[in-house]
């Protein structure tokens, strides 16, 4: 299925589930079309060979609209409609995927940004060897693009090779929650990827409710 197949599909099942769901209501073109391109852009091949669709989306909106799109209802049909036009492209859904709204003023009205991308999961234990961290501030190992959503709301660019989070002002990340410690956590850029180390934290480090000492954010 190419970009415009997969984009005419996409639209088709949305409208079909908002004429069930929510009659009268209507996802605008642009992101239609944005959306479409991000699952197109942003899959990823897995060991087995098999194409994984993103599982994680953003959508950054004016203010005005994005009130309009934190509707459970709504959510769930843009969902219901990525998953099933995912696997009608071959794609496989490797986890069930998540959307998250942002407010932005710069926005302009009935237009969007849309970000695609794969939920971080916990690196396995293996008897592999260490991780090469020679080169760490190699800037050609950067991830590109490469971002956090903090507190549901806040865009944090990973343009850093390491990055310090915490409560402490001199963390590069600054968290101000009681739940966080001073020193709680280091991103670091290896071998073109993010990889989290928990930095013995009083309350540990969660990535999709499991807590882990070493977690690599896959592209």
Do not use: C
């Amino acid at each position: 299925m190419n970009l415009k197949e997969l984009e005419t599909r996409l639209q088709s099942l949305i409208e079909v589930d908002l004429l069930k769901i929510l009659p009268g209501r209507r996802v605008e073109d642009v992101i239609v079309q944005k959306l479409a391109a991000a699952i197109h852009l942003n899959t990823t091949k897995l060991d087995n060979g098999s194409v994984a669709a993103p599982n994680v989306y953003t959508l950054v909106m004016n203010p005005e609209e994005a009130a309009k799109w934190r509707d459970e209802k709504l959510l769930a049909i843009l969902l219901h409609s990525i998953v099933t036009v995912a696997q009608e492209a071959g794609f496989r859904i490797t986890i069930s995927p998540i959307i998250t709204i942002i407010a932005d003023e710069k926005i302009s009205l009935r237009d969007a940004q849309v970000m695609a991308s794969h939920r971080i999961e916990p690196m396995a234990e293996t008897n592999a060897s260490p991780l090469d961290t020679g080169k760490l501030e190699d800037p050609s190992k950067m991830p590109e693009n490469a971002f956090l959503i903090v507190e549901g709301v806040k865009v944090f660019p990973l343009k850093l090779p390491v990055i310090n989070i915490g409560r402490r002002l001199d963390n590069q990340l600054v968290i101000d929650d009681p739940r966080v410690s001073r020193n709680h956590a280091q991103l670091r850029a290896i071998k073109g990827r993010f990889v989290v180390f928990d930095l013995n934290s009083t309350g540990g480090t969660f990535v999709n409710g499991q807590r882990a000492s070493q977690t690599v954010l896959y592209p």
